[in-house]
């Protein structure tokens, strides 16, 4: 498997516009987790589904932040309108909640720098 | 709500053996895990305790206390390479098949 992937792997943007990114899970996995770091506030979970339902998105700073995931191999994390406080990079992970040690595996993120 | 607290920076020489405390708060608790992330990259599971005790792979070993809501992340013979940031994570019953992560541990490996 090739592992959890994101796109864009970089993306610039101007204040107002609205920015999307993607993730693919891995196959087989149940859960997928969108977090958000930055070095004032660290890891932060924005929100997570579980068979493709949102379960908790009490992360989500803002109505301006939308996720979904249409099917089980596909998620989407919508920005609209982008502010530069948003500048972030911004990890999609998945995993299997039935597995005891409940790992958790990391796409290699989208670093957003908004303008 | 949860909270973890850990040290934001420790440094430490080849070879030599380090300890990164981790206590948290959490309700519910299911289990400790601990994520190593190198500059630029993404975090990676190294270890997860969910009963008391120490569990331990290859390098690097990971301890519980469940009734002291407290943990640790033992690293043995340091390298070079193991310099990164290291964070502990809970699960528990808020927040459910999520993990909440600590701020983050820097860790420094010098010659």
């Known amino acids: 498997d090739a592992g959890v992937i994101q796109s864009p792997r970089h993306e610039v943007t101007e204040m107002g516009q609205e920015v999307t990114l993607r993730c693919k899970p891995i196959s087989g996995h149940n859960s997928l987790f969108w977090y958000r770091q930055t070095m004032m506030r660290g890891l932060e979970l924005l929100i997570y589904f579980n068979n493709n339902v949102p379960i908790d998105d009490s992360g989500m700073p803002e109505d301006r932040f939308s996720a979904k995931m249409p099917n089980a191999s596909f998620s989407t994390l919508k920005i609209q309108p982008s502010e530069p406080r948003d500048s972030a990079v911004y990890f999609c992970?998945?995993?299997?909640?039935?597995?005891?040690?409940?790992?958790?595996?990391f796409g290699p993120g989208t670093r957003l720098t908004v303008l | 709500g949860q909270s973890l607290e850990q040290p934001s920076e420790v440094t430490a020489v080849e070879g030599a053996i380090v300890q990164i405390n981790c206590t948290y708060q959490?309700?519910?608790?299911?289990?400790l895990s601990w994520y190593q992330q190198h500059d630029g990259g993404a975090p990676t599971f190294l270890s997860y305790?969910?009963?008391?005790g120490l569990e331990e792979t290859g390098r690097f070993s990971s301890f519980l206390s469940r009734s002291d809501s407290y943990g640790y992340l033992l690293l043995q013979e340091l390298q070079m390479k193991d310099s990164a940031s290291y964070f502990c994570a809970v699960r528990d019953r808020q927040a459910g098949t999520a993990l909440i992560f600590g701020k983050g541990t820097t860790l420094s490996v010098s010659s």
């Open positions: 992970a998945s995993g299997d909640p039935l597995v005891l040690r409940n790992e958790q595996f």
């Open positions: 305790n969910g009963l008391d």
């Open positions: 959490t309700s519910g608790f299911y289990g």
